[in-house]
């Protein structure tokens, strides 16, 4: 099994910056390619970015793009830095782990944390 934790959240102005962490333990980190998903109240949870296992491809929802970056290092840490944050990017946001490269898919993550609150004031 892989545990996952997400730090990082919090309440931020729009137009702020957040630097959300995924923490693994468990098995091999690197066997595995990551993702983080975000979930609003009322609402189906949604991809927000995806890496590889040796973290040298990502892919990123258009929402998103030019604003986010995801990154990994080698050992077992990945992150999610949010820039130019606005309020519809207020969300709990999850970090998951899949076997399947750079899956857009919530249903093909195998492991997920607990979930971290991102909250944008307008």
């Known amino acids: 099994q892989v545990q996952l934790v997400e730090s990082g959240g919090g309440l931020v102005q729009a137009g702020g910056s957040l630097r959300l962490s995924c923490a693994a333990s468990?098995?091999?980190?690197?066997?595995?390619?990551m993702g983080w998903f975000r979930q609003a109240p009322g609402k189906e949870r949604e991809f927000v970015a995806a890496i590889s296992r040796g973290g040298g491809s990502t892919r990123t929802a258009n929402s998103v793009k030019d604003r986010f970056a995801i990154s990994r290092d080698a050992e077992n840490m990945m992150y999610l830095q949010m820039n130019s944050l606005k309020p519809e990017d207020t969300a709990v946001y999850y970090c998951?782990?899949?076997?399947?490269?750079?899956?857009?898919?919530?249903?093909?993550?195998?492991?997920w944390g607990q979930g971290t609150q991102v909250t944008v004031s307008s």
């Open positions: 468990g098995r091999t980190f690197s066997n595995y390619a």
């Open positions: 998951a782990a899949s076997t399947l490269r750079l899956s857009v898919l919530h249903s093909e993550y195998v492991y």
